[in-house]
């Protein structure tokens, strides 16, 4: 049984960070695309970054030189380093697995998905 468990979410002040983990069990990690999709009310599921079997890294323009996803193929965790929060980044965050060769760009090209982590940035 596949599992994706979520942590790092909380509440922060504009230009904070957070550092979200998410550990899998139940797949051979080290061989999935991996990435983070964050939902805020009212919108649709989007992308925020993802990173292949190979460590290579790709981000929605909305974050690029914030947001930093990585992965310890070794604990099976991966991990987005968040600095410069800003308001608009406030929703559930997602992490999800997808055995793709090359990381899809879209929700629908991910098979499995944890429960979600909430973030908050107040102004």
């Known amino acids: 049984q596949v599992h994706l468990v979520e942590s790092g979410g909380g509440s922060v002040q504009s230009g904070g960070s957070l550092r979200l983990s998410c550990v899998a069990s139940g797949i051979t990690y080290s061989t999935y695309c991996m990435g983070w999709f964050r939902q805020a009310p009212g919108k649709e599921r989007e992308g925020v970054a993802a990173?292949?079997?190979?460590?290579?890294?790709s981000y929605a323009d909305s974050v690029k030189g914030r947001f930093t996803i990585s992965r310890d193929n070794a604990k099976n965790t991966l991990y987005l380093q968040m600095n410069s929060l800003k308001p608009e980044d406030t929703a559930m965050y997602y992490c999800a697995a997808s055995w793709s060769l090359f990381c899809p760009e879209s929700p629908r090209g991910y098979r499995y998905w944890g429960q979600g982590t909430q973030v908050t940035v107040s102004s």
């Open positions: 990173i292949d079997r190979n460590g290579v890294t």
